[in-house]
C-alpha cells in the first residue's frame, strides 16, 4: 500500500484512485462510514454528548473520566481493505520490524509474522547479524536485514563509522515501509540504542508511523524526544513500561483511580502521540479521546502477545490512514487513523487467543494464538450468519446426496 502519491510509479493509477476517491468522498455512503468512525471515538472535551451513538453503548466513568467501548468489529470491517484482483504487491502494506538481538529471536518474529497474518503484502525484520540466521529459520516468509550490532562486537574507534552506515543501510529501505514497530526484542545494548534511535529519527522526517514497543520503549523513556510532537508514534506500553513512562513523563506513581486522565495527561504531556495502555482492557488515548476494547481473549498471559499486537496494530493503522486519506476526509474530521489501528489490532488479538486458548486451554502459546489470526471474521457476528448459511446449504446438501445414493427402504 502505497500512502504517498509522490512516490507511486503508477502516476494514472494514482490518478484514478484519486479520482475515484473523491466521488468517494462526496457520496453518502462514505459520509455515514465517517460519521460512524468518528463516533467511534468521541472527544473527551464534550465528554462525548456531541456524537452520541448507539455504537458506543457502554459508557464507563470507573476511572475518573468518560471512557468508551469501542464497537472494535466496526472499526475493522471499515478499515480493511478489500482483497482486489486489481492491486498489485505492496499495496496491502509493507512493515518492518526493528528488533531482534541474541537474546530475543522470538519477539520480532512474531510481530512480523503477525503482519504478515494480519495481511500485510511484505513483512521484514531489521535485527542483529546473531539473531538473524535464527529468525530466517523459523520463517521463509520473511525478509531479514543482519545490520544491527551491539557493542561487544563493535571496536571503540569503530562505533561512528559502523553507526552511520547500519543508518544508511536501513535508510535505503525506509521510504518503502508503510509502518514500522520498534523494539519488539531489540534487548537494551547501548550501543543498539544510540543506533534505533538514529533510525527512529529518521522513521519520523520521512513520516513514517512508529509503533514503539518493548524496548524500544524502554528506550524512548530515557529519551522522550524521539516521539515527542510525533502524531504518526504509536506507543505500546504493557503494565510495567506504562509504570515507567508515567514515571518519567509525568512524574508520579500510576493512579488507577484517575486511569483515563492520567493517560489522557501522558499523551498531552508527549504531545500528539497515540498509546494503548496494555491490561485486562486495552485503554487507547491520543491525547483527545479515551477509548477501550475489552473483549474477552485468554487467561494466558504467555509472553509474545504484545509482540502479536505490536505487528498487528501497525497493519491496521496503516489501512486506517490509507482509507483515510484515499477518501479525502473533511479537515475537521477528529478520526485519529492511530487509535483506528490501536483499535483494530487490540480486538483481532483477543478473539485469536480466544479461540487458541479453547482449543489449547492452559497450554496455549503465542504461535497458537497466531494461526487463528486469520479466523477473526468467523467470529463475528455478520459472518457466522453467513458460515451458519453455508453450514445450512452443505447439510441439506449432503442430506440429498446421500438420499439419491442410498434411497430411503433400501
Ligand atoms: N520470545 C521472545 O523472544 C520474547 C521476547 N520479548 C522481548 O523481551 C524484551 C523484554 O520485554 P519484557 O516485557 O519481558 O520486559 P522486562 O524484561 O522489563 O520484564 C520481564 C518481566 O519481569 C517482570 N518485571 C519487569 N519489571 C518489573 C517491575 N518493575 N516490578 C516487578 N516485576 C517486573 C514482569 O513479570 C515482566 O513481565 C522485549 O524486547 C520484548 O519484546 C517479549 O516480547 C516476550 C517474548
Ligand atoms: N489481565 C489481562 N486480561 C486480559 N487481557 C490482557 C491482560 N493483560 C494483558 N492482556 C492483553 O494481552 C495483550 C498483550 O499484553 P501484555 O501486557 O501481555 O503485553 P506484553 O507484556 O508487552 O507482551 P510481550 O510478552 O509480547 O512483551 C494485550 O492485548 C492485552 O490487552
Ligand atoms: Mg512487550
Redesign the pocket.
Known amino acids: 500500500m502505497s500512502l504517498s502519491m509522490g512516490a507511486c510509479p503508477h502516476a494514472w493509477q494514482q490518478h484514478h484512485l484519486h479520482h475515484r476517491g473523491r466521488m468517494w468522498a462526496a457520496s453518502p455512503a462514505f459520509r455515514r462510514q465517517l460519521f460512524l468512525l468518528r463516533s467511534l471515538a468521541p472527544t473527551c472535551a464534550d465528554g462525548g454528548r456531541a456524537s452520541s451513538s448507539s455504537l458506543r453503548p457502554h459508557l464507563m466513568y470507573a476511572a475518573a473520566g468518560p471512557v468508551y467501548e469501542a464497537d472494535a468489529e466496526a472499526v475493522v470491517r471499515r478499515i480493511t481493505p478489500p482483497l482486489d484482483r486489481a492491486r498489485h504487491k505492496g499495496q496491502a502494506g509493507k512493515i518492518a520490524i526493528i528488533?531482534?538481538?541474541r537474546?530475543?529471536?522470538?519477539?520480532?518474529?512474531?510481530?512480523a509474522i503477525s503482519a504478515l497474518r494480519v495481511g500485510a503484502d511484505l513483512s521484514h525484520v531489521f535485527c542483529t547479524k546473531d539473531a538473524a540466521t535464527v529468525i530466517k529459520s523459523y520463517s521463509p516468509e520473511l525478509i531479514v536485514h543482519p545490520i544491527l550490532e551491539e557493542s561487544y562486537s563493535v571496536r571503540d574507534d569503530e562505533r561512528e563509522s559502523v553507526s552511520s552506515s547500519i543508518l544508511a543501510e536501513v535508510i535505503k529501505w525506509m521510504e518503502r515501509f508503510d509502518c514500522i514497530v520498534v523494539?519488539?526484542?531489540?534487548?537494551?545494548d547501548s550501543f543498539l540504542m544510540d543506533c534505533v534511535g538514529n533510525i527512529m529519527r529518521h522513521a519520523r522526517q520521512a513520516n513514517i508511523p512508529t509503533v514503539v514497543?518493548?524496548?524500544?520503549l524502554?528506550l524512548i523513556t530515557n529519551n522522550i524526544g524521539l516521539v515527542e510532537d510525533n502524531s504518526l508514534a504509536i506507543l505500546t506500553p504493557?503494565?510495567?513500561?506504562y509504570?515507567?513512562l508515567v514515571q518519567k513523563v509525568l512524574n508520579c506513581e500510576v493512579n488507577e483511580e484517575n486511569a483515563s486522565e492520567q493517560l489522557t495527561a501522558l499523551c498531552q504531556k508527549i504531545g500528539g502521540v497515540t498509546i494503548m495502555r496494555k491490561g485486562k482492557a486495552d485503554l487507547i488515548s491520543d491525547g483527545k479521546k479515551v477509548t477501550q476494547v475489552s473483549t474477552f481473549g485468554s487467561p494466558r498471559r504467555c509472553?509474545?502477545?504484545?509482540?502479536i499486537l505490536?505487528g498487528s496494530v501497525a497493519v491496521f493503522s496503516s489501512w486506517a490512514r490509507h482509507f483515510l486519506l484515499s477518501n479525502e476526509q473533511p479537515k475537521e474530521t477528529s478520526v485519529n487513523p492511530m487509535v483506528l489501528g490501536c483499535i483494530a489490532g487490540s480486538l483481532l488479538l483477543r478473539k485469536a487467543a480466544a479461540l487458541a486458548f479453547e482449543k489449547n486451554k492452559r497450554s496455549t502459546v503465542?504461535t497458537d494464538i497466531i494461526e487463528f489470526l486469520g479466523q477473526r471474521f468467523v467470529v463475528s457476528a455478520l459472518d457466522f450468519h453467513l458460515v451458519w448459511q453455508s453450514f445450512y446449504l452443505k447439510i441439506s446438501f449432503l442430506c440429498c446426496s446421500l438420499e439419491d445414493i442410498c434411497p430411503a427402504g433400501r
Open positions: 528488533g531482534g538481538c537474546e530475543y529471536t522470538g519477539a520480532p518474529y512474531f510481530a523494539g519488539p526484542g531489540l534487548g537494551r514497543d518493548g524496548d524500544g524502554f504493557n503494565v510495567y513500561e509504570k515507567r509472553g509474545g502477545q504484545g509482540d505490536s503465542t
